[in-house]
C-alpha cells in the first residue's frame, strides 16, 4: 500500500539531489563560456542558461 509512495520518494529525493549537482556545474560551464566569442560559444552558453533556469522554475 504504501509501497508505491516510498518509491516516488527515493526517486524524488535521486532527482533533488541529482539536480543540486548539476546545476553549479551548468553555471560553471556558462560562465567558461562568458569570453567566448565565437557563435557556437555563444549558442553553449544560452543553452547551459535555459537549462539552469528551466530547472530553478521546475520546483
Excluded: K
Excluded at 500500500?1 to 556558462?30: C, D, G, K, T
Excluded at 543553452?47 to 521546475?58: D, E, G, I, N
Aim: proline share 2%.
Amino acid at each position: 500500500m504504501n509501497r508505491n509512495s516510498y518509491l516516488l520518494a527515493i526517486v524524488l529525493i535521486f532527482l533533488v539531489n541529482w539536480l543540486q549537482v548539476e546545476i553549479p556545474r551548468y553555471i560553471q560551464l556558462a560562465i567558461d563560456l562568458i569570453d567566448d566569442a565565437t557563435n557556437e560559444g555563444h549558442q553553449q552558453l544560452q543553452t547551459y542558461v535555459l537549462m539552469v533556469v528551466s530547472c530553478r522554475f521546475q520546483w
